[in-house]
Nanobody
Framework: QVQLVESGGGLVQAGGSLRLSCAAS????????MSWYRQAPGKQRELVAV???????NYADSVKGRFTISRDNGKNTVYLQMNSLKPEDTAVYYC?????????WGQGTQVTVSS
């Protein structure tokens, strides 16, 4: 059974930084693409960043140059380093793992950026 557990969210002032972590278990982590999504109140869930099994990355335009996604296959963990945070980055952040046509989600971690 695949399980994803996010951590690292919290309250931060605008301009600050946070690093989110997502620990995976029960999957062949190293061969799977991993993604971070976020959902703000009243809005649809949106893709923030994705990293392939080979380490290729892609980002939403709104976070390019500020956020960095990375992975540690030895720890079965994917990270999201978030710098220069803005109030509009406030959302619940979720990690997603795609394996063999199936999709798995974590429970989410709240990020709140105060102005």
């Amino acid at each position: 059974q695949v399980q994803l557990v996010e951590s690292g969210g919290g309250l931060v002032q605008a301009g600050g930084s946070l690093r989110l972590s997502c620990a995976a278990s029960g999957s062949i982590f190293r061969i799977n693409a991993m993604s971070w999504y976020r959902q703000a109140p009243g809005k649809q869930r949106e893709l923030v960043a994705v990293i392939t099994s080979g380490g290729g990355t892609n980002y939403a335009d709104s976070v390019k140059g500020r956020f960095t996604i990375s992975r540690d296959n030895g720890k079965n963990t994917v990270y999201l380093q978030m710098n220069s945070l803005k109030p509009e980055d406030t959302a619940v952040y979720y990690c997603k793992e795609s394996q063999a046509g199936f999709v798995y989600w974590g429970q989410g971690t709240q990020v709140t950026v105060s102005s």
